[in-house]
């Protein structure tokens, strides 16, 4: 499937975002509304976790993109042989002024330190950035005929300075982004080795069995 390049006519401005509008979103042209929408989050948008993070990713390293895998390598029958190894691929993005991404990235670091996110990591050791995200849904339940709570979103990366690592987390129907902030802050203190490690003999003596 391929796409026709753009169309640009006096007033107006046809091609791929138009094509996409009309195509998943049942609508036929791009408007302003539509841009405005975009830039505030709003409208109907559908976006995978995974999505979620490579963006933060992007907007963290300075514009550049990479193309995810969840394939690391792939190895023949006996592991003897890697058949296929993964490598990283990037593209940055075209922008007007990339200095635009340090004043994002400014803005998500005062979401955690003087924003809606500053108690739940005012003592975390780690500089973090982040954006809540609260995502509606006017969708009713078939059951009760009630309509679906709202999904929280929280998005970050971190260190702030250099980052190592971009988060994405969607609790469906949990209401504020707020409440996806705390499973983020666990992620980060486990990947940067903040957790206290227990004492071996404190270790639960987990065994594998068969279940019969």
Do not use: C
Not at 108 to 115: A, D, F, L, P
Not at 118 to 139: E, H, I
Not at 171 to 182: C, K, N
Not at 193 to 203: A, T, Y
Request: glycine share 8%; charged share 20%; net charge negative.
């Amino acid at each position: 499937m391929g796409f026709e390049p753009e169309l640009i006519l006096p007033g107006k401005v046809e091609g791929l975002a138009d094509r996409i509008k009309f195509t998943h979103l049942n609508f036929a042209g791009w408007r302003i509304t539509d841009t405005l929408n975009v830039t505030i989050g709003q409208g109907q948008n559908a976006y995978t976790p995974l999505q979620m993070a490579n963006y933060i990713a992007t907007i963290a390293n300075g514009g550049y993109l990479n193309k995810v895998s969840v394939v690391d390598s792939i190895k023949n029958y006996d592991n003897s042989k890697t058949i296929y190894e993964g490598e990283v691929q990037q593209e940055r993005i075209g922008l007007v002024d990339y200095n635009n991404l340090e004043h994002v990235k400014k803005g998500m670091r005062m979401v955690v330190t003087e924003g809606s996110a500053r108690s739940l990591f005012s003592k975390f050791p780690v500089s973090v950035a982040a954006k809540t995200g609260t995502a509606q849904n006017d969708r009713r339940n078939p059951v009760t005929g009630d309509t679906y709570d709202e999904y929280s979103w929280f998005v970050a990366f971190a260190p702030y300075e250099d980052p190592e690592i971009a988060i994405a987390v969607v609790i469906f129907q949990g209401g504020s982004g707020l409440h996806a902030a705390p499973f983020a802050r666990e992620i980060m203190a486990e990947y940067f080795g903040l957790n206290d490690v227990q004492e071996e003999e404190d270790q639960l003596p987990f065994e594998n069995g068969l279940v019969r």
